[in-house]
T-cell receptor, first 114, second 112 residues
Framework: GAGVSQSPSNKVTEKGKDVELRCDPI?????LYWYRQSLGQGLEFLIY????????KSGLPSDRFSAERTGGSVSTLTIQRTQQEDSAVYLC????????????FGPGTRLLVL | GENVEQHPSTLSVQEGDSAVIKCTYS??????FPWYKQELGKRPQLIID?????GEKKDQRIAVTLNKTAKHFSLHITETQPEDSAVYFC???????????FGGGTRLMVKP
């Protein structure tokens, strides 16, 4: 079946502009995670959605970052007033409820803020 | 919350040698420990995990060991091959068991 997909695959934007990154999880996966990976670095947790529950936003680095998940499926990560330090690969992952050990990652969106 | 430390950050081995990556965790209630492999420019993928009711698990050239008393677990790769070159991440569940805390990653380079 189809895996996790993300779009766009690459995004170049100017400092101060807003960007939207999209994630389509695997069908039936109620858990969805967003991570940020700076060049050569580890996986920085951003936000977690589980079904219709309130999301865990504890990893969002600033109030410029927000995310939503409509209908329990597609998720959008929005970064407002982008800064150069926001440049990174943004990875989305999904899993079955109660099985975070088996997360399926998307290919990521490579964001470059000039 | 859970804290996961991973060592070493980089590891270079000769093809055919063994590689060992170690992680420690802080939450004694953690009961499963997955390992992810991320090849250059690609997405992380789960390669193996171990549950707290066993001390070792093997899958061909890969093995994981777990010491719950000491709160550490390790990934062992034997007979390394160039295609094993990647970044490896260990992980442990958070207190609620609904998310993973990842280690900082180990960049493994296998020299032919």
């Amino acid at each position: 079946g189809a895996g996790v997909s993300q779009s766009p695959s690459n995004k170049v934007t100017e400092k101060g502009k807003d960007v939207e990154l999209r994630c389509d999880p695997i069908s039936g996966h109620t858990a969805l995670y967003w991570y940020r990976q700076s060049l050569g670095q580890g996986l920085e947790f951003l936000i977690y959605f589980q079904g219709n529950s309130a999301p865990d936003k504890s990893g969002l680095p600033s109030d410029r970052f927000s995310a939503e998940r409509t209908g329990g499926s597609v998720s959008t990560l929005t970064i407002q007033r982008t800064q150069q330090e926001d440049s990174a690969v943004y990875l989305c992952a999904s899993s079955l409820s109660g099985h975070p050990e088996t997360q399926y990652f998307g290919p990521g969106t490579r964001l470059l803020v000039l | 919350g859970e804290n996961v430390e991973q060592h070493p950050s980089t590891l270079s081995v000769q093809e055919g040698d063994s590689a060992v990556i170690k992680c420690t965790y802080s939450d004694s209630a953690s009961n499963y420990f997955p390992w992810y492999k991320q090849e250059l420019g690609k997405r992380p993928q789960l390669i193996i995990d171990i549950r707290s009711n066993v001390g070792e698990k093997k899958d061909q050239r890969i093995a994981v060991t777990l010491n719950k008393t000491a709160k550490h677990f390790s990934l062992h790769i034997t007979e390394t091959q160039p295609e094993d070159s990647a970044v490896y991440f260990c992980a442990s569940p958070n207190n609620a068991g609904n998310m993973l805390t990842f280690g900082g990653g180990t960049r493994l380079m296998v020299k032919p």
